[in-house]
T-cell receptor, first 111, second 114 residues
Framework: DAMVIQNPRYQVTQFGKPVTLSCSQT?????MYWYQQKSSQAPKLLFH???????NEADTPDNFQSRRPNTSFCFLDIRSPGLGDAAMYLC??????????FGEGSRLTVL | DQQVKQNSPSLSVQEGRISILNCDYT??????FLWYKKYPAEGPTFLIS?????DKNEDGRFTVFLNKSAKHLSLHIVPSQPGDSAVYFC?????????????FGKGITLSVRP
């Protein structure tokens, strides 16, 4: 059974039209992450939560926001997607030995 | 500045032979290293890890070697199987601290030929 679930798997939006990607977890882990991965590049950390404490990476654009209403859910909001934001967005939780459990990702296409 | 480097973008290996995937890092403070495997259209899945207090960790066909002085680690898969064909990411972390984060390499695409 999937432990980190991302929706939608595929999202197509228009330039400038807001998008929300969701992530839910059944592992009851305190830490959740959002990564952006573009083709042939390393996954890039956007931000993470330790419980409700939000930690933004210094180079994450303001266009990207996140919400974590409870332990199980985390959302990534892209307020005004640009063509450069087309990517795979990966949600992950952190396990006991520091390993990350990833969801299957949400692939965003910006037209 | 890339702190975790996987300099070879791809590797092709015959089924049954050994696959050796290499990874280098620059931050000597990293003390925990992980390998992830990723199939197309799926998220990365955790494969194996190693702490900096060890130089080898083995799990079935997968062995990770760590050379701290060279800031180098490698993943050995033996024997390689066609189902091992995937992208492999090396990642490094500072283990201590609730806010520790993983830094990933760009990945290497492994193709195992039948």
């Amino acid at each position: 059974d999937a432990m980190v679930i991302q929706n939608p798997r595929y999202q197509v939006t228009q330039f400038g039209k807001p998008v929300t990607l969701s992530c839910s977890q059944t592992l009851n882990h305190n830490v959740m992450y959002w990564y952006q991965q573009k083709s042939s590049q390393a996954p890039k950390l956007l931000f993470h939560y330790y419980d409700k404490d939000f930690n933004n990476e210094a180079d994450t654009p303001d266009n990207f926001q996140s919400r974590r209403p409870n332990t199980s859910f985390c959302f990534l909001d892209i307020r005004s997607p640009g063509l450069g934001d087309a990517a795979m967005y990966l949600c992950a939780t952190k396990g006991w030995i520091g390993e990350l459990f990833f969801g299957e990702g949400s692939r965003l296409t910006v037209l | 500045d890339q702190q975790v480097k996987q300099n070879s973008p791809s590797l092709s290996v015959q089924e049954g032979r050994i696959s050796i995937l290499n990874c280098d890092y620059t931050n000597s403070m990293f003390d925990y290293f992980l390998w992830y495997k990723k199939y197309p259209a799926e998220g990365p899945t955790f494969l194996i890890s190693i702490s900096s207090i060890k130089d080898k960790n083995e799990d079935g066909r997968f062995t990770v070697f760590l050379n701290k002085s060279a800031k180098h680690l490698s993943l050995h898969i033996v024997p390689s199987q066609p189902g091992d064909s995937a992208v492999y990411f090396c990642a490094a972390s500072l283990l201590t601290g609730a806010n520790s984060k993983l830094t990933f390499g760009k990945g290497i695409t492994l193709s195992v030929r039948p």
